[in-house]
Antibody, heavy 120, light 110 residues
């Protein structure tokens, strides 16, 4: 059974960097797409970006200048860094995978989500 | 502002059929397949439909999807109280060069 679990600080100060890690079990991270999605309070789901197992990435243009997604296949983990955060980046951050069908828009498995609050 | 347009809300009574629409354009739904997700607050979103009308194993056949041109729909028959959730469509967008989610539809089972 594929399981994903987000971890990282629950609070970040404005202008600092938000860093989250997603730990993967039950599937090899050396395949398919690995994505980050977020949901701000009272809003819908927003795609942040994905990393392909080979290391190639694709980011939401609205966040591209501030986002980096990386992967560590040896540790079965992938990570999100979002720089220069503001209150607008307060959200539940989800990691998700496309293990079953190998398509970036088909997110088969999701983590439970990590709430990150940006506040001084 | 999402370019996949969903109605903000939908409703139905137990046993009825509810339909949720997702309107896009030639750069997304018109050129690629649609997925649907169910999201209950406080839980992880769940994949309901992929490739427009395919159900992952474990998803009841009460859930069905369809696509025509630049629009897609999710239908839920035999509504149950546990179907009360937010529903999102998603598709690849060629102009964005990325994944687009619809704005979401809150389904209420009256």
């Amino acid at each position: 059974q594929v399981q994903l679990h987000e971890s990282g600080p629950g609070a970040v100060k404005p202008s600092e960097t938000l860093s989250l890690t997603c730990s993967v079990s039950g599937a090899s991270i050396s395949s398919y797409f690995w994505s980050w999605i977020r949901q701000s309070p009272g809003k819908g789901l927003e795609w942040i970006g994905y990393i392909y197992y080979s290391g190639s990435t694709n980011y939401n243009p609205s966040l591209k200048s501030r986002v980096t997604i990386s992967i560590d296949t040896s540790k079965q983990k992938f990570s999100l860094n979002l720089t220069s955060v503001t209150a607008a980046d307060t959200a539940i951050y989800y990691c998700a995978s496309s293990v079953e069908r190998g398509m970036a828009t088909v997110l088969d498995y999701w983590g439970q989500g990590a709430l990150v609050t940006v506040s001084s | 502002q999402s370019v996949l347009t969903q109605p903000p809300s939908a409703s139905g009574t137990p046993g009825q059929r509810a339909t949720i629409s997702c309107s896009g354009s030639n750069s997304n739904i018109g050129r690629d397949s649609v997925s649907w997700y169910q999201h209950l607050p406080g839980t992880a979103p769940k994949l309901l439909i992929y490739n427009n009308n395919q159900r992952p194993s474990g998803v009841p056949d009460r859930f069905s999807g369809s696509k025509s041109g630049t629009s897609a729909s999710l239908a839920i028959s035999g509504l149950q109280s546990e179907d009360e959730a937010d529903y999102y469509c998603a598709a690849w967008d060629g102009r964005l060069d990325g994944v687009l989610f619809g704005g979401g539809t809150k389904l209420t089972v009256l």
